[in-house]
């Protein structure tokens, strides 16, 4: 990369798993250098599902941008090209990011007594140091008790490693924050951030703890009815399934429009005595507005409920499959390196990802500027491969 | 605020729903000084739900660390004062955010003629602003196929507005990237993204799109098993559920201890050929593996696998219900302002929620330095409540 808008920027990952790697995608992505270092003879990960063709897709994905080392961590010698790599790279370098667990020569006070305005970002589980992954914390946070169809009767994990992603992009931004302070005051710093944690802040954000402390009701399971306003799913006569909302009146009003429908919702209003403009209404009678809308959209295809929709603004979309996801949309099938779009930085596609340890040699030269008798020396030793 | 670490840092929000709001946020939990505005007499979700006492619970979470303005957008001069904010600020000033809609007086064109170094951070729904919302493009990026119990026929939607969230921690990061790029060069950006090309980006970094264009067998619905590897839940003999994860080879044996299954799981490989410290061979025999754990979790009460599970070092957790989360974990019950932990900053706990409009006369003083009798003309053209 190099050429967006954190460029000069240079981060060492040392990494497993979603959390961290996806914080190296991210800083990646906007342009900075980051060298993941893996352990000679693959990581904990490096070979985890999907696979295809003996490569891992997952671990493709996430180290798109990055270029990768490959160093025995458990020499004495590996241990010392790492700590000469992180606290390397000029002002905008020194900056290390893992959630393997800072000890040994990777302890902070170590790497610090090297480079004094070292920024160290450590993500671990649980912030007392014990382990949880994201699939432990999910169950623990609530979300699978009101996650999947009504009246099931156990959890319902979602597939998507929400928390694990929350945190990526969160250190990555813990990253841009601590370098601001050191680019001011001249000071590093130690960053630790728990999966666990960032699952309770987000809870805590949208209500959830709050309600729960407060409401006496507990948060009920609403399958695909989104709480406290009107949305749901709904399936099409040749078997497409949309996700249809009314968010706000003006949306409420659209789909009255579109379904021809405003006349028995105005009944519904009647009938009780309320105005369903007001959102909460709307999902307290959800389901004689829903008996409204299923017929309608059972009887009609997913092109004939797409041009009604489509036409009177309402504010939906159809269900999709990955793979359908890839073919119909072109901003999938090659997406952009970033999904944001900074206006003095010309965007660019997605770079291929480099395999594991690539750019081993390239990166000892460039950056420690070992020479030849070296790099040769360091592979007899089984350092490097 | 003020004693984070990104203190001096100015943003002025305009925003609803989740994703900018969930920026400003994660930005105030750093120390940063956000400045919500509102449109005078409540904005489009200013009630949602959760509600308590009158309160939006939802509103307030998303508030959390940030002073509030109720201001009348559509007058002039409402506009002219939000316009001196967000042009104020000194050097760390000059940022908005927003997901409402660049247009009018609110076009980056128009400020940047009166800031030419601002920096302004829109979220959108879909890059050709289109509309769409979380659940609109959850629909639409595979996920309600791959969610929910194996077998079931429709898509399940996440009940976490998980696009929303990265959306909004990415827009944070975003901020702190143009602001960094800002202090180098003294130039000034517009930053889009788009909640769709974020949930591609993820779906990217996680190897969804690769192994929907390369690998021919869809990803299928697994329930609560977790794809490539040995996760799952389990329901224990009074009723409590557990997330079970043996995703290395060291939680693998630490399983087998725990359950004293070691001698069964041998006789999967012995029968099978294949060697189980292998995650894939893991999620191939997962059924065979299941059948075994079950019983062993389902004789027993929580508090016996409890025991068992943390005297080997399972990976595990129990599922909770949000209830259940803040009665048990005082880092749920009581929470930091940021789940981010800074070495050279103390930590502070979660500041209470403004109320809609608390500190518009307030900043209208300190921030513009109007006076009284200006903030009583205001007040009486209905600018200001």
């Not at 490959?70 to 990011?97: F, M």
């Not at 924050?177 to 630790?192: D, K």
């Amino acid at each position: 990369m190099g050429e967006g808008i954190l460029a000069g920027l240079r981060v060492v990952e040392i990494s497993a798993f979603v959390a961290a790697p996806m914080a190296g995608a991210t800083l990646a992505s906007m342009g900075a250098e980051v060298f993941r270092v893996e352990q000679l003879g693959g990581g904990i990960d490096a070979a985890r599902w999907p696979v295809h063709e003996g490569r891992s897709l997952y671990r493709a994905g996430l180290d798109q941008g990055k270029r990768s080392l490959a160093i025995d961590l458990r020499s004495e010698r590996g241990q010392q090209l790492v700590t000469d790599l992180i606290i390397g790279g000029g002002p905008a370098g020194g900056i290390v990011l893992s959630n393997l667990g800072a000890r040994g020569w990777m302890a902070y006070e170590r790497l610090a007594e090297k480079r004094r305005d070292l920024i160290m970002v450590m993500i671990t589980g649980s912030p007392d140091g014990g382990s949880a992954v994201d699939y432990t914390i999910n169950a623990g946070v609530g979300f699978p008790w009101v996650t999947g169809p009504e009246g099931w009767g156990g959890p319902v994990n979602h597939v998507l490693p929400a928390w694990d992603v929350t945190t990526g992009v969160l250190a990555a931004a813990a990253v841009l924050a601590a370098e601001r302070h050191r680019r001011l005051t001249g000071q590093g710093q130690l960053v630790q951030l728990a999966l666990s944690d960032v699952a309770i802040a987000v809870a805590a954000h949208l209500g959830f703890l709050a309600e729960a402390k407060l409401v006496e009701e507990p948060r009920g399971r609403y399958g695909n009815d989104l709480y406290g306003t009107y949305a749901r799913d709904f399936r099409t006569r040749d078997g497409g399934y949309v996700m249809v909302c009314a968010l706000t009146a003006r949306q409420w009003k659209s789909l009255g429009e579109a379904t021809g429908l405003a006349g028995p919702f105005a009944a519904i209003e009647v009938m009780h005595g309320i105005d369903l403009r007001d959102e909460g209404e709307r999902f307290r009678h959800r389901r004689e507005i829903s008996a409204l809308i299923e017929p309608w959209v059972a009887t009609r295809t997913l092109a004939t409920v797409r041009d009604a929709f489509d036409g009177a603004g309402v504010l939906w979309g159809p269900y999709r499959t990955f793979k359908e996801l890839v073919r119909e949309d072109p901003s999938a099938a090659d997406p952009f390196a970033s999904p944001i779009d900074f206006s003095g930085f010309e965007r660019v596609k997605a770079p291929p990802s480099p395999a594991i340890g690539a750019n081993t040699q390239q990166l000892l030269e460039t950056e420690l500027g070992l020479g030849g008798s070296e790099l040769a020396e360091l592979r007899e030793q089984g350092v490097i491969g």
